[in-house]
């Protein structure tokens, strides 16, 4: 069954300090996604990573840095936690289709999330 | 600017009835819609999708519609249950590979017994 593990479920961190959020997945994906989740606006993409050491930013990455040393481990860190870094944070996974496989099944794999309180 | 809108905040059925959720999208190179379902404190999981060459895909309970002209998709849910009981994200996807997806805001769905 597929797997992707956020080892941190809720997190309260102090302004200013140094935060890592860990992703690990089990199902060899290329593709990994950092989101967050806020009320009203959806999932938004902060940093994505195609390859291991690879990384593109998403559509917020301001305030986010992001690494991927192995191919099953993407981290978010947040160099420096604000008040507006307070959210949700979901890690994804997602595998392109091989040749001749239809978009039908192409499903981008969630984990759990983990909460952020920067107080 | 958001470019995939789900205008309803909340939608409220009572079980057995038809659930319809509804999403508008402005990026005309938008051409892969998934919806995904989403419980508290659990991340989201895909329900269904849709090709931009179709304009109907049906799994079961759950069918989905996209107008292509309107820039608008349904999902409805027959016969609607109480743990069908969610957060549902539409979104949509520019690339062939189905990746990259730009979400919707989402809409609390409540089914009362």
């Known amino acids: 069954d597929v797997k992707v593990t956020q080892s941190s479920r809720y997190l309260v961190k102090r302004t200013g300090e140094k935060v890592f959020l860990e992703c690990v997945q089990d199902?060899?994906?290329?593709?990994m996604f950092w989101y967050r989740q806020d009320p009203g606006l959806g999932l938004r993409l902060i940093y994505f990573?195609?390859?291991?050491?690879?990384?593109e930013k998403g559509d917020i990455p301001e305030g986010y840095s992001v690494s991927r040393e192995k191919k099953e481990r993407f981290s978010l860190i947040l160099e420096s936690a604000s008040t507006n870094q307070t959210s949700m944070y979901l890690c994804a996974s997602f595998n392109p289709p091989g040749e001749g496989q239809g978009k039908s099944g192409n499903t981008i794999y969630f984990g759990e999330g983990s909460w952020l309180t920067v107080v | 600017d958001q470019q995939v809108k789900q205008n309803s905040p909340s939608l409220s059925v009572q079980e057995g009835r038809i659930s319809i959720l509804n999403c508008d999208y402005t990026?005309?190179?938008?051409?892969?819609f998934l919806w995904y379902k989403k419980y508290p404190a659990e991340g989201p999981t895909f329900l269904i999708s849709?090709?931009?060459?179709?304009d109907k895909n049906e799994d079961g309970r759950f069918t989905v519609f996209l107008n292509k002209s309107a820039k608008h998709l349904s999902l409805h849910i027959v016969p609607s249950q109480p743990g069908d009981s969610a957060v549902y994200f539409c979104a949509a996807s520019t690339d062939n590979a189905g990746n990259m997806l730009t979400f919707g805001g989402g809409t609390r769905l409540m089914v009362k017994p």
């Open positions: 199902m060899d994906h290329e593709n």
């Open positions: 990573s195609y390859d291991v050491k690879m990384k």
């Open positions: 990026n005309s190179m938008f051409d892969y």
């Open positions: 849709i090709s931009s060459i179709k």
